[in-house]
């Protein structure tokens, strides 16, 4: 398959006609938003919604967050939903925040693995809204990576992983925000959020007033399927070094073992000079955010073969990034 490249620049509309002709037929399309690129398809289609699961090499029981253009859509596709899902939608959306309700049935079952909810968000992002009008259908969409892969930022990262497997790409620049939404179950008389995002617990309880965090630890089950994966992993091993004292004789130990040596740093460190290559994610928690997973990315066999991420301080480095990054690690120094 051919995938094609479409340009959505200044609200470019032969580029949203033609991927949302594609979608409308059946096809995969990876589109842009602020969060991250998703690899979308046409919800209501089993067949068309299969067809993410087969390119991205994703597994049946992880379900898809369905993307739609405004509240009414969003209320469509669920049975009943708590009063205070009104007030996050007041707050947030369109925003970087997935609710996750009861299912209504109006998305295919693998949409959803054959869970009873779904997860709905509207992204904040003109071309996705303008391609979401467009179509005018819902749109399930995971990020559109290869399965255990970072997410992707920019078009290029998309066709790095999914170029001659997917129908098109629209480009609409890089993913602002960097890290993807926050996905918070609303099934029950408190929210839970499932995934932590760019939006914080604090900013939903100032909404709602009491929201619980689920604690991964203690399910066997997990709440959110996606959560039990590897995520996020670059091609080379990735150890987290919380305590930096520890640092120089790291590197002296690699050194001697003869590895050529990758450093993580946000602004606050001290990148080593006896390093093979240094990667830096900026200096403040939206910065990191935006710059994640196209360094993860930039981590290659060819240059190094291990990388050290040096976490001096994970309350400047964020909640969101400091998730991803403890899953995209092999390992934690403390
Ligand atoms: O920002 C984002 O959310 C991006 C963009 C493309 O919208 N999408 C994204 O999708 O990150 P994905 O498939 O990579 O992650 C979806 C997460 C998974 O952890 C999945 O298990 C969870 O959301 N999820 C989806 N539907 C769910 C449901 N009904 N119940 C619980 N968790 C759900
Ligand atoms: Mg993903």
Wanted: aromatic share 6%; charged share 20%.
């Amino acid at each position: 398959m051919r995938t094609k490249l479409f340009i959505h620049k200044k609200n470019h509309q032969i580029a949203i006609t033609e991927a949302a002709a594609l979608l409308k037929a059946g096809e995969v399309v990876a589109f842009p938003t602020e969060t991250v690129y998703g690899l979308g398809a046409d919800a209501t289609n089993e067949r068309a919604v299969s067809k993410i699961f087969k390119a991205k090499g994703r597994p049946g029981d992880n379900p898809l967050i369905v993307h739609v253009a405004c509240k009414q859509q969003l209320f469509e596709l669920v049975q009943t939903y708590p009063a205070y899902v009104e007030k996050l939608i007041a707050a947030f959306s369109p925003g970087p925040i997935t609710y996750v309700l009861p299912s209504n049935g109006r998305v295919a079952a693998n949409v959803t693995a054959g869970l009873p909810t779904v997860g709905v968000r509207i992204p904040d992002h003109k071309a996705a809204l303008a391609l979401l009008e467009m179509c005018g259908l819902p749109l399930a969409a995971p990020s559109a990576n290869v399965s255990g892969k970072p997410s992707p930022t920019t078009a290029k990262h998309v066709l790095d992983d999914l170029d001659g497997k997917i129908a098109a790409v629209l480009d609409g620049g890089a993913a602002y925000v960097g890290v993807e939404s926050t996905v918070v179950d609303c099934t029950r008389d408190v929210p839970v959020i499932l995934r932590v995002g760019q939006i914080k617990k604090e900013a939903i309880q100032q909404v709602v007033g009491s929201v619980e965090v689920a604690c991964a630890a203690y399910t066997t089950t997990p709440k959110s399927p996606g959560v039990k994966y590897k995520h996020y992993m670059p091609e080379v091993p990735l150890y987290l070094v919380m305590d930096q004292a520890k640092m120089n004789s790291i590197i002296d130990c690699e050194k001697r073992n003869g590895k050529k040596i990758g450093i993580l740093f946000t602004g606050e460190n001290q990148p080593f000079d006896n390093v093979d290559k240094t990667f830096y994610l900026g200096d403040d928690e939206r910065e990191i955010a935006a710059n994640l997973y196209d360094t993860l990315r930039q981590m290659k066999k060819r240059d190094v073969d291990i990388v050290f991420a040096i976490i001096d301080s994970p309350k400047k480095i964020g909640s969101a990034v400091m998730d991803r990054l403890g899953r995209a690690a092999t390992n934690v120094i403390n």
